[in-house]
């Protein structure tokens, strides 16, 4: 059972390094190389790099993070990146209010306000939890905001669902078409997460008060 668990923790996260690594290679690809940054984002240049360059800091210490053997040997390292971690989504949070609030997309501004504001509420309380020394607490607001880090990731997995393989072709506007797995890209990973993480184990609890996570 337990070598399963550890199989399944693999598979999982190879999926989610490899998923994250081609969407910001091909990201970076298609605005600095192909298309070029393109008129919507030309005269916000600055916040539109700063967002991208703070991105990577999450998307890339992320994985570590949550890392048991990893926080259990490195606890000073775990430290360093999770500060590291912080401040790139602080930057990358903000910078996406400021660039959600002045898209020209209208069906976008309001899954991207949703977004940036969640994305900064449990990175925030993730910290002030550590702060308290609520190791549990922690835990479970960095599930939380590395979930929302991965928006990103879903965003254009999805997009290539929808462009590529035709899905919510039963929705011919293509406006609202948009929208709609603009919502889902953050949404239905964030309710599948709370379902594991909140729900299902007060369902399956007995009452009894469970051992709480010190490391
Ligand atoms: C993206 C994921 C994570 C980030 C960014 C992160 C960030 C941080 C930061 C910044 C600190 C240092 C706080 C300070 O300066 O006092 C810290 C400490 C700590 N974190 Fe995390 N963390 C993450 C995930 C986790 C997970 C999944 C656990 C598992 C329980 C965990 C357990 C701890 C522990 C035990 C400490 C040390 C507390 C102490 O010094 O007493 N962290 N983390």
New binding site residues.
């Given amino acids: 059972m337990i070598v399963k668990k550890k199989t399944f923790s693999l598979i999982f996260w190879a999926i989610l390094i490899v998923l994250s690594a081609y969407y910001f290679y091909s990201a970076i690809e298609y605005r600095f190389f192909e298309e070029g940054i393109g008129p919507t984002f030309w005269n916000k240049q600055f916040w539109f790099v700063s967002h991208i360059l703070a991105g990577i800091l999450p998307l890339v210490?992320?994985p570590f993070?949550?890392w048991s053997w990893f926080?259990k040997h490195h606890?000073k390292w775990?430290?360093l990146l999770?500060?590291l971690?912080?401040i790139g989504c602080l930057f990358g949070g903000f910078s996406a209010l400021y660039l959600g609030i002045t898209q020209p997309y209208d069906g976008s501004i309001v899954p991207t306000l949703f977004l940036a504001t969640l994305w900064l509420f449990m990175t925030i309380s993730?910290?002030i939890t550590?702060?308290r020394?609520q190791?549990e607490a922690?835990?479970l607001f960095?599930i939380r905001?590395?979930t929302l880090t991965l928006a990103f990731v879903f965003l254009r997995l999805l997009y290539d669902l929808v462009y590529k393989l035709n899905f919510l072709s039963f929705i011919a506007n293509e406006e609202v078409r948009d929208a709609t797995y603009e919502w889902i890209s953050w949404v239905a990973p964030v309710l599948i997460v709370e379902f594991f993480i909140s729900w299902l184990p007060l369902v399956k609890s007995d009452g009894r008060r469970k051992k709480v996570?010190t490391?």
Avoid: D, L, N, P
């Fill in positions: 210490t992320g993070q949550f926080r606890i775990h430290r999770g500060k971690y912080i993730a910290w550590i702060k020394k190791v922690h835990r960095m905001s590395y996570r490391e």
